[in-house]
């Protein structure tokens, strides 16, 4: 596609399940990004993959978040046994390597009741 | 020293007037300073960005002023309009052993009022 696509769009989930948030970067970007955003709040860095080096994942708040990217492509957000503070949009992002434009998807927001 | 300081956190300007959002840095290693502009439902976009070798870049109505010596930038709407109320980010990185990590600012919610 021409942009970047994340799925699903919204997702309510029950406390203490489990999630998996998806995304599909502009073809033949290298580099990917997953932030969350609250309510009202600025962009919180979550984890960045950049080709086949070993990710970033100094901004992941806790052990019950991963992500993977697969093939260089497409990447999955995973969050663990959900709390109630783990509410808020989570977007991906991607960009050529060495360059800085990022380009947003929609986002995949996300509601833990 | 990773952070990037946005400043204010909310804005109200009349259309016509021109919107001044400022944000300001520590890290003297970044070297790429975007703003996003996100609307309510969206992800951000990027809307204009400039590097450290040039004091200013204007596309169209938005304009970055850059000072690095103070280490400040800041994003100017002139002829400020209804349809650019919207959450504002600015943004720096740079490229660490092949890495790079984009810090984003607080974010500003702009309104103009017709």
């Known amino acids: 596609g021409a942009g970047v696509s994340q799925s699903p769009s919204n997702k309510v989930t029950e406390k203490g399940k489990d999630v998996e948030l998806r995304c599909d970067p502009i073809?033949?970007?290298?580099?990917l990004y997953w932030y969350r955003q609250s309510l009202g709040q600025g962009l919180e860095f979550l984890i960045y993959?950049?080709?086949?080096?070993?990710?970033?994942k100094s901004g992941l708040p806790s052990d019950r978040f991963s992500a993977e990217r697969t093939g260089g492509s497409v990447s999955t957000l995973t969050i663990q046994r959900t709390q109630q503070e783990d509410s808020a949009v989570y977007l991906c992002?991607?960009?050529?390597?060495?360059?800085?434009?990022?380009?947003f998807g929609q986002g995949t927001r996300l509601t833990v009741v | 020293q990773q952070q990037v300081k946005q400043s204010p956190q909310s804005l109200i300007v009349q259309k016509g007037g021109i919107s001044i959002i400022n944000c300001a840095y520590e890290?003297?290693?970044?070297?790429?300073f975007p703003w996003y502009q996100q609307f309510p439902g969206k992800g951000p976009a990027l809307l204009i960005a400039?590097?450290?070798?040039?004091s200013e870049k204007k596309e169209g109505r938005f304009t970055i002023s850059f000072n690095k010596s103070a280490k400040q930038f800041s994003l100017h709407i002139m002829d400020s309009q209804p349809g650019d109320s919207a959450t504002y980010f600015c943004?720096?990185?740079?490229?660490?052993?092949?890495?790079?990590?984009?810090?984003f600012g607080q974010g500003t919610r702009l309104t103009i009022n017709p």
């Open positions: 992002a991607s960009s050529l390597e060495g360059r800085g434009e990022a380009f």
């Open positions: 073809s033949g970007h290298t580099a």
């Open positions: 993959f950049q080709g086949n080096s070993a990710p970033d």
């Open positions: 890290n003297t290693a970044f070297d790429y």
């Open positions: 400039i590097r450290p070798d040039v």
């Open positions: 943004a720096a990185s740079t490229v660490v052993q092949g890495a790079q990590k984009l810090v």
